[in-house]
């Protein structure tokens, strides 16, 4: 079965610091990989999506994340994050075959401290 | 433009007890989606609706949970009667587009369903 693993549930980093949130997925068919944010007492919102074409996708909010093929990889990245960057966020899955639905990811937990 | 909307925001029932959860997507999107997230676990896929039909009901746990979408606008999801498995916080999506996965998908702020 497709799956999505984002093996970091947690990730605490200093404000202004970098930061890598890690998604891989098995596939053995194409794949549209999107990252999606939660904010406290918020909805998912979309940071960013791969389609096709480049690998390195730009989202809002400063984030970016690199398509990786042969490592089925899609990790989220952010040169300096804030404060307001604390969130959850969710790396999933959809196959340009089938249906629509989205596999997701666990989640991984974003803590940005002063 | 109004986003997705769910109501109520949060549930609490108690076992046996039956709940509906609606949904309002955005207007004009024929694509509805159900998710649910069980504390700590992944969000999940329920089910999907293409205006008024049932397009992949795959992720449904049991004959308990009852999904519909009049007219093809909002959709209700009815958990009758409710378990304790239940609790978690179940999602609605909308999506304007049917071709492959490509769609995005917006999501609503969740009810979150507590069920004791």
């Known amino acids: 079965a497709q799956s999505v693993t984002q093996l970091d549930s947690q990730v605490p980093v200093f404000e202004e610091a970098p930061v890598e949130l890690r998604c891989n997925y098995s596939?053995?068919?194409?794949?549209?990989l999107f990252w999606y944010v939660q904010y406290p007492n918020q909805g998912l919102q979309l940071l960013l999506k791969?389609?096709?074409?480049?690998?390195l996708v730009k989202g809002i909010n400063g984030f970016e994340a690199e398509f990786n093929k042969s490592q089925t990889s899609f990790h989220l990245r952010k040169p300096s994050v804030h404060i307001s960057d604390t969130a959850e966020y969710f790396c999933?899955?959809?196959?340009?075959?089938?249906?629509?639905?989205?596999?997701f990811g666990t989640g991984t937990r974003l803590l940005v401290s002063p | 433009e109004a986003g997705v909307t769910q109501f109520p925001s949060h549930s609490v029932i108690e076992k046996g007890q039956t709940v509906t959860l609606r949904c309002d997507p955005i207007?004009?999107?024929?694509?509805l989606y159900w998710y649910r997230r069980v504390m700590g676990k992944e969000i999940k896929f329920l089910l999907h609706?293409?205006?008024?039909?049932?397009?992949?009901e795959s992720g449904m746990p049991n004959n308990r949970f009852l999904a519909e979408r009049t007219g093809g606008t909002y959709s209700t999801l009815k958990v009758q009667p409710a378990e304790l498995e239940d609790s978690g916080v179940y999602f609605c999506?909308?999506?304007?587009?049917?071709?492959?996965?490509?769609?995005?998908?917006?999501f609503g702020p969740g009810t979150r369903l507590t069920v004791t």
């Open positions: 609706f293409v205006k008024e039909s049932k397009q992949d």
């Open positions: 596939s053995s068919v194409s794949v549209y």
């Open positions: 207007s004009g999107h024929d694509n």
């Open positions: 999933a899955v959809s196959w340009n075959t089938g249906f629509q639905k989205l596999v």
């Open positions: 791969y389609l096709s074409g480049s690998t």
């Open positions: 999506a909308s999506s304007q587009y049917l071709s492959g996965g490509r769609n995005e998908q917006y």
